[in-house]
Nanobody, 121 residues
Framework: QVQLVESGGGLVQAGGSLRLSCVAS?????LGWFRQAPGKEREFVAA????????NYADSVKGRFTISRDNAKTTSYLQMNILKPEDTAVYYC?????????????????WGQGTQVTVSS
């Protein structure tokens, strides 16, 4: 069983930055971030392999967001820069027991409770 706890969300003005953290307990391979805005489906944001050598990003965040991980602490980070109002959502950390870095929700096995990110215009 894997437990995931997110932190770092908050309210920020457009153009600002936030750093999300996800602490994982138990064995994990891929750690990913998804987000869900009100009235919308949960969508993929970014993911990173166990070694940290492979990453995937949604086109909407490429060049603005950076995912990383500290395996010694089994923690994933999502550095979000140049935030836009459309980035407003609940952000979820998810874990997949796979080698490849998937971008679809169905490939992930565990997820956390989420952390709210609100970007004001």
């Amino acid at each position: 069983q894997v437990q995931l706890v997110e932190s770092g969300g908050g309210l920020v003005q457009a153009g600002g930055s936030l750093r999300l953290s996800c602490v994982a307990s138990g064995r994990t391979y891929v750690l990913g971030w998804f987000r869900q805005a009100p009235g919308k489906e949960r969508e993929f944001v970014a993911a990173i392999s166990r070694s940290g050598s492979n990453t995937n990003y949604a086109d909407s965040v490429k060049g603005r967001f950076t995912i990383s991980r500290d395996n010694a602490k089994t923690t994933s980070y999502l550095q979000m820069n140049i935030l836009k109002p459309e980035d407003t959502a609940v952000y979820y950390c998810e874990a997949a027991l796979t080698i490849v870095v998937p971008t679809t929700k169905s490939r992930y096995d565990y997820w956390g409770q989420g952390t709210q990110v609100t970007v004001s215009s």
